[in-house]
């Protein structure tokens, strides 16, 4: 038996699509969400996965569809192959029924998974590059040096804290954080 399933990111988006290219397989039961893949519940392809059995076919239109993160899709498909199910992505080419499409599926993600770790090697790489020239990562901070000291003096003159932000244009807290009551007299 075929068992489809689609995903859409959102409420507004259409599965005809993907129901299309899943009945044109022949799939005889199809299951489907409508949320982001970030989410880690989603009942439909609970569902999907409740009623396969040894045999069965899990049918999606595209990898994309099941998941975001590679290692949880190798780890969903090699769950698949444990319990004797097979599993076929329509638009990728992926049909793991055969010797060859096993190994098309594994060569893929090791490919994907090779590419992530080089993402990670040329970002950490670049940040050592900016951080050996002085550059800083994260977001610019709102007091500068001349900004504290005009709140130390404003606040030396007994100006209330609240003009004191509202005239350097930073919140409270962040006043406090800078200029501590206890470093005031």
Not at 12 to 23: G, R, S, V
Request: proline share 4%; glycine share 8%; with cysteine.
């Amino acid at each position: 038996m075929l068992i489809g399933y689609a995903r859409v990111s959102s409420e507004d988006q259409n599965l005809d699509l993907q129901f299309d290219a899943l009945k044109k397989a022949g799939c005889s039961r199809m299951f489907s969400d409508k949320l982001s893949g970030i989410h880690k519940m989603r009942p439909g392809l609970d569902d999907a996965l409740s009623h396969l059995r040894s045999s069965d076919t899990f049918v999606i239109w595209k990898l994309d569809r099941l998941g975001r993160n590679l290692k949880g899709l190798i780890d969903l498909v090699g769950k698949l192959e444990e319990d004797g199910i097979h599993f076929q992505s329509i638009t990728d080419g992926i049909d793991t029924t055969s010797p060859a499409g096993r190994f098309f599926f594994h060569v893929m993600a090791s490919l994907a998974q090779m590419e992530r770790e080089l993402l990670i090697e040329r970002t950490k790489a670049g940040l050592m590059a900016a951080k050996k020239r002085g550059r800083v990562g994260g977001r610019r901070r709102t007091m500068t040096p001349s900004k504290v000291e005009a709140a130390k003096k404003l606040l030396a003159e007994r100006m209330p804290p609240r003009e004191v932000a509202q005239n350097l244009g930073v919140s409270i807290p962040t006043l406090y954080r800078w200029c501590p009551a206890s470093e005031r007299a």
